[in-house]
């Protein structure tokens, strides 16, 4: 047996013995792992990215006018779910709780101005566009209790959880909770790219379906700019695209957020994590790389459905090693 797949069989072992998450959560981090330990992280060839070409962005300007008839409009829009990421915390803004709820203006939080958004929506086009949340453990909680404060408007709000991951102990590749470590610390949820199996999963995907859905709008909770476009939602419905990416051009602000790049043939999306350190000035540039990815993201659900079940995904892995400050163990998470 070579080394790799004994790491892989003591880590199915261990994990194996983890009550805390389900078999769904056991076997995507096994399969992440196998994948990481197969070389699929490695950092990216530099000489081989270029800039895509002009024709993988779609200038808005360009976009078809939404006919002005309401019943259009509300046909339209009731193929469609909202998706906020919510499982990240405010502490990097002084917040202890979801970084949802910190109040921006007016004594209105991000999530408040969030409903207000959809409600109006909803309302003027008598429309139901639900509001997806999917939380982390660190926010769920918390968040249940907060949605409580909505019962009464006029917008369906569903929650679901992200998957739940074990960090890696550098040293032996033992989940750090075998260790008899189980604070928050030991676990890390893994990433955006988790939200496409989580909402499998979840069985949120299926329900969405059941009921007609056809498109998601995916994009960050903090992010009062990222509301519904009928003239985007209308051109993916015609052109039966499956997915679309928001960006725009990329200024001085924007050094460390995601770009995109046509590498071997296919475009993808370059994270500042995936470049190599004597590259990283050049990443942050705006001459060669001139597209600032928002985060906004229009899914087709039945694609979701489609790739998911049949375990096509496979998203970059981009891993992210730390010490933890109490008990100085080198750890790492993907």
């Keep these: 047996m070579s080394a790799d797949a004994e790491k892989i069989a003591k880590l199915k072992s261990d994990v194996s013995s983890l009550t805390q998450i389900s078999e769904n959560e056991k076997s995507g981090f096994i399969n992440l792992v196998a994948r990481y330990l197969s070389g699929e992280a490695q950092h990216i060839d530099w000489s081989k990215i270029q800039t895509p070409t002009d024709e993988v962005v779609v200038p808005y300007d360009t976009l078809a006018p939404v006919p002005e008839d309401a019943a259009v409009t509300k046909a339209l829009l009731d193929k469609l779910v909202v998706l906020k990421l919510n499982g990240g915390l405010g502490t990097t803004m002084g917040c202890t709780g979801p970084k949802s709820v910190i109040e921006v203006r007016n004594g209105l939080t991000f999530l408040d101005l969030i409903v207000i958004q959809i409600e109006y929506l909803n309302t003027k086009y008598g429309c139901n566009v639900p509001l997806l949340l999917m939380n982390s ?68 995907l299926d329900a969405l379906l059941s009921k007609g859905k056809e498109y998601v709008f995916v994009a960050n909770s903090d992010n009062l700019g990222a509301v519904v476009d009928l003239k985007i939602l209308n051109h993916l419905v015609k052109n039966k695209n499956e997915y679309c990416m928001e960006v725009t051009p990329k200024t001085l602000a924007d050094v460390k957020g995601g770009t995109l790049i046509s590498y071997e043939g296919k475009v993808q999306l370059l994270e500042i994590a995936q470049v190599p350190d004597e590259h990283v000035n050049e990443f942050k540039s705006i001459e060669k790389f001139k597209i600032f990815n928002t985060n906004n993201l229009w899914v087709n659900l039945q694609a979701i459905n489609r790739l998911v079940e049949a375990d096509a995904l496979k998203m970059e892995i981009i891993p992210n090693p730390k010490v933890l400050p109490l008990s100085l163990v080198g750890v790492m998470k993907l």
């Design 137 to 204: 453990f660190n926010t769920h909680d918390d968040t249940l209790k907060i949605v409580e404060k909505y019962t009464k408007s006029n917008i369906d709000i569903h929650t679901f959880n992200q998957s739940q991951y074990p960090r890696l102990v550098v040293e032996d590749f033992t989940p750090l909770p075998s260790k008899g470590n189980n604070t928050k610390e030991a676990w890390y949820p893994p990433g955006h790219g988790d939200v496409f199996p989580s909402l499998k999963n979840s069985g949120k």
